[in-house]
């Protein structure tokens, strides 16, 4: 009975030292520009290659909680060349399973936003029978089909923790580690997301989101369809100059 007790509490200290996890991941993500005509448009090559260049993504995990933030890397060109960015973005977020709440960061033009919302699945998964391994996980797979031509391959690992995972792709049995977009029936090179390390953690130090007010989805929501609006009234002004 002695051994019993001491084999099972090793087993929990184990499993707990397995609960704290970084993933890094690479994102590659092209758009695809649709003209009017409906046929899809060539884009420059300096512009895929700029695009190609991998975004760096870290998914902290411990305890039924996560944050999925960008990795920024340092600029060493030289130079005071600036970019001024105007829009709406979306940027880093938190997510706790365990109160089913997430908040996320985002910016419309300079001005910042907590959007809290429920955590729910942006897409309707199909589990498939079939089995790989990677980054030395036994993982599985499972289907996102957007239209007859187009569809994502994910592979998500049973044993590492169940419904996390990178970006919108999440509440999978499984942590997701890797994403493809396929495109008749072939890898489209224009998205993907790959888990490029899994490490264990005795504990982590959660990223911080930004500062900012915290408004509900329904709330950002109007703020968005207003700046929508108001961008295209400006843009009819300029047109009817």
């Known amino acids: ?26 994102e590659v993500s092209i758009p695809r520009i649709i003209g009017k005509d409906g046929k899809e448009e060539k884009l420059d090559d300096d512009f895929i290659k700029a695009l190609s260049v991998p975004k760096n993504y870290v998914l902290q995990i411990e305890k039924g909680k996560s944050v999925f933030s960008k990795i920024e890397k340092i600029n060493n060109s030289q130079g005071n060349a600036s ?9 880093n977020f938190e997510q706790d399973f365990n109160q089913n709440k997430m908040k996320q960061e985002w910016m419309i033009e300079n001005k910042k936003y907590l959007v809290t919302d429920t955590i729910s699945t942006h897409y309707k998964y199909e589990l498939t029978q079939e089995k790989s391994t990677y980054l030395g996980f036994d993982v599985k797979q499972a289907v996102v089909k957007y239209d007859d031509n187009n569809k994502s391959i ?32 072939i890898i489209d090179p224009s998205y993907s997301l790959k888990a490029t390390s899994v490490t264990t953690k005795d504990h982590l130090e959660f990223k911080k989101l930004f500062k900012a007010k915290e408004i509900s989805k ?24």
């Not at 051994?3 to 704290?20: K, N």
Request: glycine content about 6%; aromatic content about 16%.
């Open 1 to 26: 009975m002695k051994y019993l007790v001491i084999f099972i509490s090793f087993f929990c200290c184990l499993a707990q030292a397995q609960e704290a996890l970084e993933i890094e991941y690479e």
């Open 83 to 91: 970019v001024t960015m105007y829009g709406i973005f979306s940027y």
């Open 154 to 185: 994910i592979w998500y690992a049973p044993s590492l923790p169940k419904r996390f995972g990178p970006k919108e792709f999440i509440n999978l049995p499984g942590l997701v580690l890797k994403v493809e977009s396929i495109r008749n029936g």
């Open 218 to 241: 329904a709330e950002f929501e109007k703020l968005r369809a207003d700046y929508n609006q108001q961008s295209s009234n400006e843009h009819q002004g300029v047109d009817k100059d």
